[in-house]
């Protein structure tokens, strides 16, 4: 992701998450702890993935795709671009409770749920919702949870 990805990349922020990220946020992603892709299609970008990384961990921070490109597999392709580029230990995620088709996506990838934070996402007429916390493990790592 480059710097004149942001604007494209907020657009698509704020139509797929009822809490969007600033482009503070967004421009904050461009700095060496985090690593920031994003797929184009028609030269138009219709998906991006944030990643932290941290000791050899890995945290998918927020992903989505434009509403035109979902369900193509862009955001397959970029959890597998990070798996092989930043080659982590592990790699952790919260997905909301009631996304069932990310929790899909994650599992095909070998992520599993190891926990549940209450209340974390913002919701609907000042509610939470509940997120299920997932982990990917490098099988080529020896790591323990």
């Given at each position: 992701?480059?710097?004149?990805?942001?604007?494209?990349?907020?657009?698509?922020?704020?139509?797929?998450?009822?809490?969007?990220?600033?482009?503070?946020?967004?421009?904050?992603?461009?700095?060496?702890?985090?690593?920031?892709?994003?797929?184009?299609?028609?030269?138009?970008?219709?998906?991006?993935?944030?990643?932290?990384?941290?000791?050899?961990e890995c945290e998918l921070l927020t992903i989505a795709c434009a509403a035109n490109a979902r369900r193509?597999?862009?955001?397959?392709?970029?959890?597998?671009?990070?798996?092989?580029?930043?080659?982590?230990?592990?790699?952790?995620?919260?997905?909301?409770?009631?996304?069932?088709?990310?929790?899909?996506?994650?599992?095909?990838?070998?992520?599993?749920?190891?926990?549940?934070?209450?209340?974390?996402?913002?919701?609907?007429?000042?509610?939470?919702?509940?997120?299920?916390?997932?982990?990917?493990?490098?099988?080529?790592?020896?790591?323990?949870?």
């Open positions: 992701m480059r710097e004149s990805d942001i604007d494209a990349v907020y657009e698509i922020e704020c139509a797929s998450q009822f809490h969007p990220w600033s482009k503070q946020e967004f421009l904050n992603s461009l700095k060496p702890h985090r690593r920031a892709w994003v797929i184009e299609q028609d030269s138009q970008v219709c998906a991006f993935a944030i990643f932290g990384l941290l000791a050899g193509k597999g862009f955001a397959k392709t970029l959890i597998e671009h990070a798996l092989k580029e930043i080659n982590p230990e592990s790699i952790f995620l919260e997905v909301r409770a009631s996304n069932t088709s990310a929790q899909a996506l994650y599992e095909q990838l070998d992520f599993h749920e190891v926990g549940l934070r209450k209340n974390y996402y913002p919701a609907e007429n000042n509610k939470f919702e509940d997120a299920l916390i997932m982990v990917w493990q490098n099988p080529e790592a020896e790591l323990t949870l």
